[in-house]
């Protein structure tokens, strides 16, 4: 029985590695748990054994990301207020590109990402964090900026190898001020 603990974790990791591969390659939608089993080496039943349907093997997938970004909704609202915004800003675009393989996957289901309770708390920590990024007090418009801001931060990290990790980093924390926070007067003014 000890052996067999093992191996089933195994199985859950290959199924879930597979998962993403297919899902980031083909899309959420074009990807069946036939062809997950089918690329995992193990039959439809065995991922209905570990997962009670696609959502739930979606929701694996997105697993270490969405703790990630529930740790960084936690970590700035505990900073205090003129200090969140630049945290939440630096925190999605790390996060961001950490995760970039993913933004296609999870693109692929923001339509209906509200309509799966897996997703719950994903959508109400990206929620926050959205309105950490607009900054304190935000009306609004500078809401919408926000909403604005990060769909053009995840569609220009969906472009895997077009720029090195460092290169869009850089460029997300950049375009992420620029359009975010206030702008400063010249020095010397």
């Known amino acids: 029985m000890a052996e067999s603990t093992p191996a089933r974790e195994r199985t859950r990791r290959e199924i879930v590695q597979q998962a993403m591969t297919l899902f980031a390659n083909d ?8 062809d997950i089993a089918t690329a995992a080496g193990c039959s439809k039943a065995t991922v209905l054994y570990h997962f009670n349907g696609k959502a ?4 694996a997938v997105l697993g270490p990301s969405q703790q990630a970004l529930k740790e960084l909704v936690a970590e700035a609202e505990a900073l205090p207020p003129e200090q969140r915004q630049e945290a939440a800003i630096v925190g999605f675009a ?3 590109v950490e995760f970039r393989g993913l933004i296609a996957v999870l693109q692929d289901v923001l339509m209906v990402l509200d309509e799966m309770p ?3 708390d994903l959508v ?3 929620i926050k964090l959205t309105e950490l990024m607009a900054g304190q007090d935000a009306d609004r418009l500078e809401l919408d900026i926000a909403k604005f801001a990060v769909n053009g931060l995840l569609g220009e990290c969906r472009h895997p190898g077009e720029r ?3 290169e869009l980093l850089d460029l997300c924390e950049t375009a992420m001020r620029r359009l975010l926070t206030p702008a400063r007067p010249p020095s010397g003014s």
């Open 27 to 34: 899309g959420y939608n074009a990807t069946s748990l036939q």
């Open 56 to 59: 739930a093997v979606l929701a």
């Open 94 to 96: 790390r996060l961001a």
């Open 118 to 120: 897996e997703f719950d």
């Open 124 to 126: 109400a920590d990206g």
């Open 164 to 166: 090195s990790d460092a």
